[in-house]
């Protein structure tokens, strides 16, 4: 069992940044892909980066020269940096975590999530 807590939302000015944090409860927390999704009001939630265990980082085109994805085993945290952040970055952002080797694209690899944080980007 797994449990998130995500912190690190608010409201940020179109080229500002933030940095979103996940806190991760359970031993196995190194053996599992951590992932960040997004979900803007309307619309699907979708995928924003994710890492593996091994720290292969993997990023949404969108985001990929703006985000970036980190972990801390020793503190069973995952980190997301956001620079430049634009008005279409406005979501609620969610942590995930899912099993080694899992499709991390999709949100059916990932067996637990966090509660999300707002994020808002105002122009």
């Known amino acids: 069992q797994v449990q998130l807590v995500e912190s690190g939302g608010g409201l940020v000015q179109a080229g500002g940044s933030l940095r979103l944090s996940c806190a991760a409860s359970g031993r196995t927390f190194s053996s599992y892909t951590m992932g960040w999704f997004r979900q803007a009001p309307g619309q699907e939630r979708e995928f924003v980066t994710a890492?593996?265990?091994?720290?292969?980082?993997y990023y949404a085109d969108s985001v990929a020269a703006r985000f970036t994805i980190s972990r801390d085993n020793a503190k069973n945290t995952v980190y997301l940096q956001m620079n430049s952040l634009r008005p279409e970055d406005t979501a609620v952002y969610y942590c995930a975590a899912g099993p080694p080797g899992s499709d991390y694209v999709h949100h059916y690899g990932y067996g637990y999530w966090g509660q999300g944080t707002q994020v808002t980007v105002s122009s």
């Open positions: 890492i593996a265990w091994s720290g292969g980082t």
